[in-house]
């Protein structure tokens, strides 16, 4: 049985914002991982900013990705 889902457990403390300077990474990753990860970067650029600008606003990031096996989601 092959894996759908991972899940990662914040802190109470952690809020929106905290994650900006992780997403990045993070979504890349992700994508390196889920074998999602794009010739063309830019597009990749685009959802990433997408993301990126809930963070900053300290809201819940969309969870913007393309259309894949595997998406990144984040909790209600």
């Known amino acids: 049985m092959r894996a759908r889902s991972g899940h990662i457990k914040f ?5 929106w914002k905290n994650l900006v300077s ?11 991982e889920t074998q999602q ?3 063309d970067m830019e597009s990749v650029d ?4 997408e993301n990126l600008r809930d963070l ?3 809201r819940k990031p969309e969870g913007y990705n393309r ?4 998406r990144m ?3 209600i």
Not at 22 to 32: N, Q, T
Not at 46 to 49: A, D, F, N, Q, T
């Open 37 to 39: 990860l794009p010739e």
């Open 56 to 58: 900053r606003s300290n």
């Open 73 to 75: 989601i984040f909790p």
């Open 67 to 70: 259309e894949g096996v595997m």
């Open 46 to 49: 685009v959802l990433v900013e």
């Open 11 to 15: 802190d109470k403390k952690v809020r």
């Open 22 to 32: 992780a997403f990045r990474p993070l979504f890349l990753k992700f994508l390196e």
